[in-house]
């Protein structure tokens, strides 16, 4: 295999292995073969137009269009001018799926569903970052930059997946990237032939440094090299007593990507990223349906996760000991015998489309009877899935506590445990003094911390002017609580947060739990909860009692019968409201809906009637021959600009390469090439060979190379003045000057020595002028040569002489058919 090859094989291989990090993210994984394929045909077609030129314009432009057309056969067919060629339907439709499939990516958790649009994102990404490695690696021959779009890939895996794209991705990426190098060593070690193998070490088999398929010792030391770089990178951070963890350990503050760590201990995604987005969906769909024992279920909040650790950019869950899931619950922790609660029992079933780490339970849970991979955390009472278990089509029963405890009670609750209080009233040095400020004025008249718990929630939810506005930018930081104080719009994220950041400031344990409302009860008996009843609220610690929720939302949930003076009515919660009709079993379905948009259509969710409305066929699309026109015309346009580019480079590369002997327009002597007797014919038989054809055909080139920086060539000197006239204004120094005057004097020999001999490196020499000429040239000059060559004139001056040479033959045609017919007028008359 030649080296080329080798690199194109190493390129294709380290891009679908730094892909591979995105494969957690969708579920299935499917979409890596059709992004495999399309980068194959990528890469082949590279391989083939590298054989038939050396110029790397034209392999860059036939790659884009292979995948472009790839693309179009695999994602647009039906819209596509026969079948691959992009019209602007598939244009069109293209752009809808990229739509969506941004849309998708917004609204699914991790792992999301092989949506049409999601999968166009990636095999599309995965193919466009596979073409700049193989540009940059292969046609380049630069493997070291390869490295900056493989780690833009995984970096952004890493990203979609909450900071880690797992340790076995990222050995598999940081390998790809090792092998692309290892690739690139030994073709350039091959160029150098065997002379720095070494000699023959015996007495150890694969030590020899040479031939017989034994690595030279380069070759060997790069391996070595690179495997005591990964070692390094593997086990230097637990060395490091200052880093909380490396690519081995769980890093902290609850951005992990989920499941059990080292010591038993779990780090889980922030749900906060998906709530808004959930809040803004135009169709309510259900997550999960319950049925339950309890007389009134306006206080039976779902909970999810409780956010502990407000940092000042965010609130997150700490990150805790988990253990095995007991078969009872312990006793809620600061929760008195005194005070009344009752057991309420309820089965739940959870959505197939729902996915989600955290199981959905009442608090405080007392029993919980779930099948799978679930991890208790006592601290927060939380059920968290391990080794990829999730809440997806999980059937579960919970048993709750429905704690009950009166205002008297709350009011007369004693100081909390020192450690608790001092773990959840910390707030971060860069927390305003105005949320201070605003919380001891809104409690002031207030007798103890219940009654500034009740007074906050009912400033935030009736008293001080706010509105519930779901589409007001979630933000979380510390100066997001003081914006929002005085801005007083924002939703259930603003209202949990701001009110549990104002009561640790007033010394009451607080944080924020997140989870769902009640839901919608349904005709039959069962209890219906959608995306849209995603809700957070403030828990605040009352020895006695333990952690209490309270609801400061308005227009949201029920506020608790502890924190009000009339009790809840037990009405449905949310926007759902009770259906006429509903199964049993929870449906995962959402019904039809008038207004069937194309990615609801797409996804299916416009039931069985719209959907096949929206398949009917449509013959009112243009037609394929005009389509087909309107492409061409396009691309027509947008290469025209290029053309001149284009030429120019075909033009280096014939001049420069093998076919330089076989070039017609090297037959004609350059300018500055020989005595003023010579210039206006041919080039005389001592340098009608081939060597004489190539010696001035790279003596042209470094004439236009001149000209298209700004050095216009001058047709009445010879090559001995022409050269110095080209150091002195190209104002060229050291090698590129040495190297005109080297080819100047190979074009001196070749026209006017008897027996001229073959001058070897020449097109290096030229290679030499023009990055000289490079290196001396300013921003402008350098577009300006590569873009608009000056030099790009001969093709309108050819065209000219061919024409004028085309009209004189035809007058001379003329004339002679007029003289023929004038004759033969003659001898008839």
């Known amino acids: 295999m030649s080296g080329r090859a080798r690199l194109t094989l190493a390129s294709w291989a380290a891009t679908l292995m730094a892909a591979g990090a995105l494969l957690p993210l969708v579920r299935p994984a499917t979409w890596i073969f059709t992004a495999a394929f399309v980068l194959a045909l990528v890469s082949g077609t590279g391989t083939l137009v590298r054989r038939a030129t050396t110029s790397r314009s034209p392999t860059l432009l036939a790659q884009g269009v292979v995948a472009l057309l790839a693309l179009t056969a695999i994602f ?3 819209q596509a001018v026969l079948w691959f060629l992009p019209g602007p339907r598939a244009v069109a439709h293209a752009a809808e799926l990229l739509r969506a499939g941004a849309e998708d990516v917004g609204r699914y958790a991790v792992p999301a569903p092989d949506t049409e649009g999601i999968r166009l994102m990636l095999v599309g990404g995965v193919v466009v970052i596979g073409l700049l490695v193989d540009v940059l690696a292969v046609t380049f021959r630069k493997a070291a930059p390869a490295g900056l779009p493989l780690l833009a890939l995984y970096s952004v895996a890493a990203g979609l997946s909450g900071g880690g794209a797992g340790r076995l991705w990222f050995v598999l990426a940081g390998a790809g990237y090792l092998l692309l190098l290892l690739a690139e060593g030994r073709d350039r070690l091959s160029q150098w032939g065997r002379v720095f193998g070494g000699a023959r070490r015996t007495g150890r088999p694969g030590s020899a440094a040479g031939g017989d398929g034994q690595a030279f010792a380069p070759v060997r030391t790069g391996r070595r090299i690179g495997a005591v770089a990964m070692g390094v990178a593997l086990v230097v951070p637990f ?88 078969e009872r619950l312990p006793w809620p922790e600061g929760l008195a015998q005194d005070v009344r609660v009752t057991e309420v029992t309820g089965n ?37 899935g391990d080794d990829k278990q999730t809440t ?37 040095p860069s927390l305003p003094a105005d949320v201070k400020a605003t919380a001891l004025k809104v409690t002031g008249d207030a007798r103890n911390d219940y009654e500034r718990a009740v007074k906050l929630q009912d400033w935030f939810a009736r008293e001080g002017g706010f509105r519930y506005d779901v589409e007001v930018e979630s933000g979380t930081g510390a100066q997001a609580v003081s914006r929002f104080l005085k801005d007083k719009e924002g939703f259930c994220i603003h209202f949990s947060f701001s009110m549990a950041a104002m009561a640790r400031t007033l010394g009451i344990p607080a944080r924020v739990a997140v989870g769902f409302m009640p839901g919608t009860p349904q005709s039959d008996g069962s209890v219906s909860v959608g995306i849209r009843d995603a809700h957070a609220w403030p828990e605040l610690y009352f020895e006695g009692a333990g952690w209490t929720r309270f609801e400061p939302t308005p227009q949201r949930g029920s506020t608790p019968s502890y924190a009000r003076e009339t009790t809840p009515s037990g009405s449905a919660t949310g926007p759902a409201q009770p259906q006429q009709s509903a199964s049993a079993q929870p449906s995962v379905a959402p019904s039809a809906s008038e207004d069937c948009t194309p990615q609801m259509r797409r996804l299916g969710d416009c039931g069985p009637q719209t959907a096949a409305a929206g398949a009917a066929p449509d013959d009112s699309g243009p037609d394929p021959v005009d389509t087909t026109l309107i492409v061409l015309g396009a691309v027509a346009v947008l290469a025209l600009p290029l053309l001149p580019l284009f030429w120019r480079i075909r033009t280096r590369a014939r001049r420069l390469g093998a076919a330089g002997s076989r070039d017609p327009e090297v037959t004609a002597v350059p300018s500055g090439a020989a005595p003023a007797e010579e210039r206006s014919g041919r080039v005389s038989a001592r340098g ?11 003596w042209r080139e470094i004439n236009d190379t001149a000209w298209d920086y700004g050095v216009e060539p001058d047709e009445s000197q010879t090559p001995r003045r022409a050269a110095a006239r080209i150091v002195r204004l190209g104002e060229l120094r050291g090698e590129p000057a040495d190297a005109v005057h080297r080819v100047a004097r190979a074009v001196e020999e070749v026209l ?58 035809w007058a001379d045609r003329r004339d002679a058919l007029t003289a023929r017919f004038r004759r033969t007028q003659h001898g008839a008359g």
Do not use: C
């Not at 009608?688 to 790279?698: E, F, Q």
């Open 348 to 384: 739940f079933v959870a959505s197939e489309n729902y996915e989600q780490k955290w199981l959905p339970m009442p608090y405080p849970a007392s029993r919980v009877d779930v099948g799978g991979n679930w991890r208790y955390e006592p601290a927060g009472r939380m059920l968290v």
């Open 76 to 78: 647009a067919r039906e």
């Open 239 to 326: 060395a490091l007593p200052g880093l909380s963890g490396g690519l081995l350990l769980n890093g902290g503050g609850g951005g992990g990507s989920g499941g059990t760590g080292t010591g038993g201990r779990i780090s889980a995604v922030n749900p906060l990223v998906s709530l808004q987005n959930n809040l803004r969906q135009q169709e309510d769909r259900e997550v999960l349906r319950y049925r339950t024992n309890a007389q009134d279920i306006s206080g039976m909040y779902l909970r999810l996760v409780a956010l502990d650790r407000f940092d000042g950019l965010s609130w997150k869950s700490s990150v805790r000991p988990v253990e095995d899931v007991p």
């Open 688 to 698: 009608a060979g081939g060597t004489a054809a190539r010696t001035l055909a790279v």
């Open 752 to 809: 006017y020595a008897p027996r001229p001999q073959p001058v070897a490196g020449l097109a290096e020499e030229a290679g030499r002028v023009r990055a000289g000429f490079h290196a001396g040239a300013n921003r402008r000059t350098r577009l300006r040569a590569l873009l608009a060559p000056r030099s790009a004139v001969r093709v309108r001056w050819a065209a000219s002489a061919r024409w004028a040479e085309g009209t004189a033959r």
């Open 392 to 428: 997806r089509g999980v059937r579960y029963q919970v048993a709750g506590l429905e704690v009950l405890p009166t205002a008297e009670q709350l009011a007369a609750a004693g100081a909390a445990p020192e450690k608790l209080r001092r773990e959840y009233t910390e707030v971060p």
